[in-house]
């Protein structure tokens, strides 16, 4: 089989590694200022776990490879305006938007999408950088900088948050997870719930939209959709184009999880339905230092990233699996007081969603 080289070589690009070796596939993810000549990039198949990169020696030669797999999607995906665009072409429901260009257009954003708004930079900015929410008194905050590099969108009442992570091969066959119940403090992603079904008309609409996105683009590979879940149905909130957090439950709760589909999407191997047997429960680590007392529940299955710990840096994560939601509450509860506080309400959310 052909080696795979990621570009970049965050924790993204260590899961894809460590899912490529019992089948025998070697990932190498690479720093973007790898030197070219010292990697197997000529007979290899490129993807990448970041959306954006800058240019570098290495990011000059792949920017011609012949197997560098939807590196043309990537822009169009990373900058919010063009993502956006594309779901108003493809009609598929998201926030009411439009690009932010001018101080002089408030009163008129304002006029048209409510009294919240939701101002994201084009390009950039996760895990809650980069976004501000705005009331009409406080526009003034708003560096310069961003008139014109920032979308506007409307403040959307949603009642939860869930996410679609599937893929599509280069024979346009397509499958999908269960949705993933996902909670979000300061922007960022705490802990995720999945369930072996999830509710069928929500699971229906996810898939209709992600399924229309991939074959637009034909795209080959694992993307993830993030959903605001309201009384008309699911609007869009992004798209991820690569494996994502919210799908890391499915390194133990899954047959295949999302960096192994990935892989076999990309290389052009099989691609069955991954089959998903119980819940599932993904506590992200953020800015915590390592604890192997945590290794003293059954259920837990730590994955590390070995980074340096620093605050609102996601160093790790523990993933949960049982099929019985009673020891799976137990095992959740008995890792609050092994936690810092901060993530007590986050496994209580959990519990109450099992």
Same mark, same amino acid.
């Given at each position: ?75 169009? %995906? ?5 993502? *956006?665009?594309? %779901? ?14 001018? *101080? ?13 708004? #939701? ?68 922007? #960022? ?55 994502? /957090? ?5 390194? /133990? ?30 506590? /992200? ?9 945590? +290794?003293?529940?059954? +259920? ?31 095992? +959740?509860?008995? %890792? ?10 986050? #496994? ?7």
């Amino acid at each position: 089989m052909k080696p795979v080289c990621v570009l970049d070589n965050g924790q993204l690009g260590r899961m894809l590694r460590q899912a490529g070796e019992p089948l025998g596939i070697a990932v190498y993810p690479v720093g973007l200022d790898a030197e070219p000549s010292a990697l197997p990039i000529a007979q290899s198949v490129i993807t990448a776990e970041i959306e954006r990169w800058p240019e570098t020696a290495l990011t000059r030669e792949l920017a011609n490879h012949p197997a560098f797999v939807n590196r043309d999607i990537f822009p169009r %995906l990373a900058d919010r305006l063009t993502q *956006k665009q594309l %779901l108003d072409q493809l009609n598929l429901a998201t926030a009411p938007w439009q690009l932010l260009a001018d *101080k002089s257009e408030w009163p008129a954003v304002f006029s048209t999408l409510g009294e919240l708004a #939701i101002v994201k930079r084009r390009t950039g900015g996760y895990d809650g950088r980069g976004q501000w929410r705005l009331r009409a008194d406080e526009t003034a905050t708003l560096p310069d900088e961003c008139y014109g590099e920032c979308i506007v969108e409307q403040g959307i009442n949603f009642s939860g948050e869930v996410s679609l992570v599937g893929a599509r091969g280069h024979d346009g066959r397509t499958v999908f997870y269960p949705l993933t119940h996902n909670l979000h403090q300061d922007g #960022i992603l705490r802990t995720s719930v999945a369930f072996p079904q999830a509710d069928a008309a929500q699971q229906q609409q996810a898939e209709a939209m992600l399924s229309a996105i991939m074959h637009e683009l034909k795209y080959v590979g694992v993307m993830a959709m993030e959903c605001f879940v309201t009384p008309q149905g699911l609007l869009i909130n992004e798209l991820a184009p690569r494996v994502h /957090n919210s799908g890391h439950w499915t390194q /133990n709760g899954a047959s295949i999880s999302q960096f192994e589909l990935h892989l076999r999407a990309v290389l052009g191997l099989p691609l069955p339905q991954p089959v998903v047997f119980a819940p599932s429960v993904m506590v /992200n680590l953020i800015g915590t230092d390592l604890n192997t007392d945590w +290794l003293q529940q059954p +259920l837990v299955h730590l994955h590390w990233y070995d980074k340096e710990v620093r605050a609102g840096r996601k160093v790790g994560h523990l993933n949960l699996t049982d099929s019985d939601p009673a020891r799976l509450t137990a095992a +959740l509860n008995a %890792l609050v007081p092994l936690l810092p506080d901060a993530y007590a309400s986050g #496994i209580a959310w959990a519990v109450a969603k099992l």
